[in-house]
């Protein structure tokens, strides 16, 4: 199941500032633009005036939040993580109007970690550039995508455990590489045919870095891709991984952005809401991929049982 968000800023020097959310397209793929993009540290405001600004990619845990700041006629974009979490952004500037960009005008670029849950990543300068007549309001069109995770994370060799409870056998709808949604960024999920109000618990220890309660619905037209759409905990492990549960029921998570879990913490019900056409819970291992567009599904192993490890075997009944 792809996931990702498509915003485009729209803003002229004295407008209001407004965000479109424009219909998603598949990520198309060819060559990545990697854009060296500093970090610049301290009061954004040192940049001067405060021209545009926008909030999204807002969740239990923190948002992105990009600016426009002015001095002069010279004008930069800056982009903000407030995620616990690294964060990958595919960036574009289009549609400039009595403006000059100082080098590149798309590119991809790693949002460093907020050091808290709802705190202040770095600001990272995405463009630079100069209005061109003074006397005259200028425009751009901004538009970004996201992803989750650091793609310079390394796995470790873990075994997970099952995500439920002991006394509970549940069979694998999908597993590594299965053809209804298990490709690209969700190669090595699994879905677990879990009924709703299942106990889902923690596979790994790690902190509790996002998540999602407000999803009602499920289906399998492009809108429910949106992350937006439905119920999540994003759990990061030591090693940088992202453990990704899917799908939970509404105001069914039991768990805080910040929160450390152990392995076996109660994190949620499981449920069916987003990209769904059944009852299940999805389980995954993930981080953003370099593009910003796709994530990066990492292989893992499951404790089958006390004496058995095992990578998850689609129809294969695990208690």
């Known amino acids: 199941m792809q996931r990702w968000l498509a915003v485009t800023l729209i803003c002229a020097l004295g407008c209001e500032p407004t965000a479109i959310y424009a219909p998603v397209e598949q990520p198309r793929t060819g060559p990545v633009v990697e854009v060296p993009v500093p970090d610049m540290q301290g009061d954004p ?23 426009l700041y002015r001095r002069g006629n010279r004008i930069w974009q800056i982009a903000r993580n407030r995620f616990a979490t690294p964060i990958v ?30 705190g202040n990543g770095a600001n990272v300068v995405l463009a630079e550039l100069e209005r061109v007549d003074a006397n005259r309001a200028y425009r751009r069109d901004l538009s970004f995508r996201a992803r989750w995770g650091d793609p310079r994370a390394l796995p470790s060799d873990y075994v997970y455990r099952l995500p439920w409870a002991s006394g509970r056998t549940f ?40 998540a999602n309660a407000a999803a009602q619905g499920a289906g399998t037209t492009q809108e429910f891709l949106d992350y937006k759409k439905t119920n999540f905990v994003l759990v990061q492990h030591d090693d940088g991984t992202l453990g990704e549960y899917m799908h939970l029921s509404p105001s069914g998570i039991e768990v805080k952005p910040g929160q450390r879990v152990e392995r076996g913490t109660p994190l949620a019900l499981s449920g069916n809401t987003g990209f769904s056409s059944t009852p299940h819970l999805h389980f995954g291992v993930m981080t953003a991929g370099e593009d910003g567009l796709t994530a990066r599904s990492i292989p893992f192993r499951l404790a089958a049982s006390s004496t058995r490890i095992e990578e998850p075997v689609q129809g294969r009944r695990y208690a």
């Open 89 to 118: 952004i595919r960036w574009n500037l289009t549609g400039l109007d009595n403006l000059t960009p100082f080098g590149h005008t798309e590119g991809v670029a790693l949002l460093p970690a907020a050091p808290m849950p709802y």
């Open 45 to 67: 405001a040192s940049l001067g005036q405060l021209d545009d600004r926008l909030i999204d990619w807002v969740f239990d845990g923190g948002q992105i939040e990009v600016e």
């Open 171 to 210: 069979s694998v709808l999908q597993g590594f590489h299965g053809n209804f949604s298990h490709r690209g960024s969700n190669e090595f999920a699994v879905d677990f045919d879990c009924p709703v109000a299942t106990q889902v618990l923690a596979a790994r220890p790690g902190v509790i870095v996002a």
